[in-house]
């Protein structure tokens, strides 16, 4: 939980609780929250890169995706999927960004992935539309979150309930069938919010519709402590393929061909939580969240990667030459069915002292997957031959300890964490079992310098850790495998300065050494095996704000990321072997080597507008770093891409308010992904919407 610094913890939550008894006087009540940065001003005390992304620039830009949010972020390379940013692929200097499995993501302080432990990926991932702003903090202050702790931590705010009645009714509609419609209201500590979101994606026979239904619920129980509660609701349905496109595909039909009009993809998922704060002293504050998912996705699917021959040999041949496909002829459809529950319970202790600020917490953590895979014998077929029926438990304790030391206008802060988990895997069409456990200790420290108010210099170096899924650790038949954890030395060195109130600049170098990076065999139905070797990451990130003369703006994030090697060959985790064309010194597959996204804008009164720019560079997609593309269209160089978004805002008043938004105004059509086949970003999408404040 984040109170200013200058204030005592204890002394500013009574304060802030006192006044919420009566609504005039705060019309916004303090939420007890975890959060990984906190305000602006918090900034000076951060030993490490943190950018914050506020609600007005997610609102004057129309984000579509949280895609499109992360790329203004410098050391983040997010790879699109299917249009809609569903399905994040979030990468952090350099790491693969193949679902999201090197990032800890958080909402509120509170764990978002469905398994952070056992299934670290990101099938599920709620809409921008749900935030009000998005954190994003790398260095030694990861290891106070985890457990992925190799690139960064990510962390989602929702909006704070208000103590006054207000609301907005908003919507919007556009080319590609898109409609989106919000509603949200609050008052007396209670806020509603439900977003139905619908269109085409990048594909053909790629149609979305998704809710999101979010209740909070504000109260203070007593003059020193006060309770937030959370639930949420939402669904997706979709009709998704796994599979990209051949080679031969994407020359002769183009980019948006697609024949599994008979894929499907489903989704339930709800969710509880509770954050607690009390001020336990004059100086101490203790912060505990408490949570609860269910995870509940079907995907039904006819094909899961370009070379599949699940629907027949000639059916692959058939995609490999180029020829037109119909997957009714097909008699055959996978289910692969999951469940997840996940919950836990975190305290974390903050107290103020003369020297700087103490914190500690522990959590403890449950997960329960049940994999269930049925394949049917005809194109819509739900029943059929059970392939798999599996059940995967992680149970996970974690501690951290950190302290922060002034001394003048520099700050120390040690920091260290320690994980144990304990993975078990029962086979239950065999009745084979496997149980294996993983401990770690990682530390870090972070110092800053702060010799003006304008400047603070950072430095930090810390352990990097990331747990494997269970999956790699325990084969089906209850076998363990000698797959060890991710783990990673991390250094950084840079810089903040604020010139003036109406610029800000950051800059750092950072460096990853790894002695052990999992290049998971994730992709269902790939040809990439689990496979690991170490790894150097190695470059430079700046970022810039500032708002100019006559209200003109301008805002600008740029990574370089010369050394993305592999220092060994990758082997696979299984037999040793040498991954095809590994070796010493060729690039990590899914490393631009420059990422830039630049926006300038005017605004003056009622008007808001903006053009926005974010380059991709070039990448490989395999360890051989093979440039041209075979035939699958699963291997050959993607290359470089740039997007233009455009906004414009008008309000008539405090009630009514306008926006003409574009994505990809060129209508450019790029390659994003190769992993399963060819993967295309969205064509061009214009929408117009209209909101009425109250």
Known sequence: MHLPRPIPLAASLVAALSSCAFANENPTILMPRVDVIGAANRLPDLAGTGQIIDSKELEGSRVFTVNEALRRVTGINVRDEEGFGLRPNIGIRGLNPTRSTKVTLLEDGVPLAYAPYGDNASYYHPMVDRYERIEVLKGPGSLLFGPQTVGGTVNYITPTPPQEVRGYIQGAIGNRDYANAKFNIGGHGLLLDYTRKQGNGARDNLDHELDDLSVKYMISLTRDQVLTLRGNYYTENSTLTYSGLTQA??????????PFKNDRFDIRRHGFSATHAIAVTEKAVLTTNLYYSHFDRDWWRQSSNSTDAQCGTGFRDSRLAGIAVNPDNCNSIQGRLREYDTWGIEPRLTVEHQFGEFQAGVRVHYEEQRRVQINATSPTGRTGTVAENNLRETKAFSAYVSNRFDIGKFSITPIIRHEDIDAERRNRLTGDTGDTRVSKTTPGIGITWNPSDAVTVFAGAHKGFAPPRVEDL????????EVDPEEST??????????TDKISLQAAYFRSDFDNLIAVGSIAGGNTPLSQGKALFEGVEFSGQAALAGGAFTRVAYTWLPVAEQSTP??????????????SGLRQPYTPRNTLTAAAGYEMGPFRGELEAQYVGSQFSDFANVTNPTADGQRGEISSYTIWNASLNYRFDRAFSVFLTAKNLGDKTYIVDRTRGIQVGMPRLVFAGIRYSF
Do not use: C, H, K, W
């Open 490 to 499: 991390n250094f950084e060195l840079g810089a903040r300065v604020r010139p």
């Open 249 to 258: 595909e994407f020359d002769r039909f183009g980019a948006r061909y697609n």
């Open 474 to 481: 325990i084969g089906g038949t209850g076998t363990v495998t």
């Open 570 to 583: 990758f082997r696979n985790v299984a037999t040793q072997a040498v991954i095809a064309g590994s070796q």
